[in-house]
């Protein structure tokens, strides 16, 4: 009986269960934010791209 006690009154467990779900948490969290950054940066890029080629084709015409 008292193993059962002393097995129920051991927090060490329960605190490392915590860490890992906090660590989980801000996992999610980086992720998310890291997608949105992504899509952001995609959108930069394709914007810049798109101005380029405008200016490269009116470049070419010109000639």
Do not use: H, P, W
């Amino acid at each position: 009986m008292k193993l059962f006690r002393d097995l129920l009154a051991n927090e060490d467990g329960a605190t490392a269960i915590e860490y890992g779900l906090i660590a989980a948490l801000i996992a999610v969290a980086a992720i998310t934010a890291m997608g949105s950054l992504g899509n952001s940066l995609t959108n930069t890029f394709n914007t810049v791209s798109g101005k380029m080629n405008n200016a490269n084709t009116a470049a070419a015409n010109k000639n």
